[in-house]
């Protein structure tokens, strides 16, 4: 089998299984969670296409899908960061809606938005586990970007 391939199901699988913690057990995502989405999707149809175009293509375009990881990983690190307290988070969609004085409810009602639904400082966390969702994705990432970039290299001398 093509490495090329089992870079995009790996890179494919990160998203689904977070849209999986959503259903099970019911994880609300924020929107962070929703950005690290995205650099896996594009990993994944940069591998697919390293798997069908000619050898000479194949080292570039995965070496692209290990950068395109690792934006996810940075927005993950970003995400870790805002978890921990460490710094505030750049998007103003994370911050929880909050009723302060001199706020009607319709003002209230018109800035709530039906995703994200959970504020990015509040880690969200499987049953059973001590590492945030945010954190094992950084993991993830870092992982399977350094694996990729390898087989990006492999893939240079056949």
């Known amino acids: 089998m093509n490495a090329s391939f089992l870079v995009a199901a790996l890179a494919a699988a990160a998203p689904l299984m977070a849209m999986g913690f959503e259903r099970w057990p019911g994880l609300a995502p924020c929107a962070l969670c929703?950005?690290?989405?995205?650099?896996?999707?594009?990993?994944?149809?940069l591998a697919v296409l390293a798997g069908l175009l000619p050898v000479p293509w194949r080292a570039w375009l995965l070496r692209a899908a290990a950068l395109a990881v690792v934006v996810s990983g940075a927005i993950a690190a970003l995400h870790v960061g805002v978890e921990q307290g460490w710094?505030?988070?750049?998007?103003?969609?994370?911050?929880?809606?909050?009723?302060?004085?001199g706020t009607s409810v319709d003002d209230l009602l018109a800035s709530l938005t039906p995703?994200?639904?959970?504020?990015?400082?509040?880690?969200?966390?499987?049953?059973?586990l001590p590492l945030s969702v945010a954190t094992m994705n950084l993991i993830y990432a870092l992982a399977l970007a350094?694996?990729?970039?390898?087989?990006?290299?492999?893939?240079g001398r056949v």
């Open 87 to 101: 710094w505030p988070s750049p998007l103003p969609s994370c911050l929880a809606p909050s009723v302060g004085s």
């Open 34 to 45: 929703l950005w690290q989405r995205w650099p896996y999707w594009v990993a994944a149809a």
């Open 146 to 155: 350094g694996w990729t970039w390898r087989q990006a290299g492999r893939s």
């Open 115 to 128: 995703l994200p639904s959970k504020p990015c400082d509040e880690p969200a966390y499987l049953p059973g």
